[in-house]
């Protein structure tokens, strides 16, 4: 069965400091997507970004970085000099792949991370 | 990305009554997920929207009280039926796999239906 850990329930941080959040998976696939998403307090779920498991290279998206660690099944989400607009519940997901080639599957969901992020 | 528009954004109903939330998606995708969110918790999976077929369920949740359809590649409604104050949800459809490429394995949300059952 798969399963996906976010150990942090809330992080408070004040504008412009660095954040981590984790997240740790479990997995018997060889092959899996990862996913992170941003939901606001609006509700919507937005999709930051998602990483298949042959691919370690780490990414960069402007104040966002992905930390993928397959030795250590983790797969942590950096935002770096924090504003008050990331302040959201974050989500990390895993996915089989499966024959079809890895559309057909459904979410696994961590219980989120409620990131404040303080003027 | 695929579009995706949910209706009804939000919804007050009565215990007992049932409530439809349709999901429209600008492209055809190939799969249609119904997702159930309850307050502060993660999401889970109500069950897999199959174009023509019965959906399929979850553990835990039933044809009867979610029952779904999917009549074509871009459209999915979710009934949640006979409601209690324990379906107070957000209920969120979901779509991978644009059927015309391009979409890959990304997986987006509509903007949910935020439900209160009183």
């Known amino acids: 069965a798969q399963k996906v850990t976010q150990a942090q329930t809330e992080i408070s941080v004040v504008e412009k400091e660095d954040v981590t959040l984790d997240c740790v998976y479990e997995t018997r696939d060889t092959t899996y997507y990862l996913f992170w998403y941003k939901q606001p307090p609006s509700g919507e779920l937005v999709f930051l970004i998602r990483r298949n498991s042959f691919d370690e290279q780490n990414e960069i998206s402007g104040r966002y970085s992905w930390n993928f660690q397959k030795s250590t099944s983790s797969f942590n989400f950096t935002i770096t000099a924090s504003q008050v607009v990331d302040s959201a519940v974050y989500f990390c997901a895993l996915s089989e792949v499966g024959v079809s080639g890895g559309s057909n599957y459904k979410l696994t969901f961590g219980k989120g991370t409620l990131l404040t992020v303080n003027p | 990305s695929a579009v995706i528009s949910q209706k009804p954004s939000r919804d007050i109903c009565q215990r007992g009554t049932s409530l439809t939330i349709q999901c429209q998606v600008d492209s055809q995708v190939t799969m249609m997920f119904w997702y159930r969110q309850q307050p502060g918790q993660s999401l889970t999976l109500i069950a897999t929207?199959?174009?023509?077929?019965?959906?399929?369920?979850e553990s835990g949740f039933v044809i009867d009280k979610f029952p779904i359809s999917r009549p074509n590649l871009t459209f999915s409604t979710l009934t949640v039926s006979n409601m209690s104050p324990e379906d107070s949800s957000i209920y969120l459809c979901?779509?991978?796999?644009?059927?015309?490429?391009?979409?890959?394995?990304?997986?987006?949300f509509g903007q949910g239906t935020r439900l209160t059952v009183v």
């Open positions: 979901s779509v991978r796999g644009l059927v015309l490429g391009g979409l890959g394995t990304e997986a987006f």
């Open positions: 929207a199959n174009q023509g077929s019965e959906a399929t369920y």
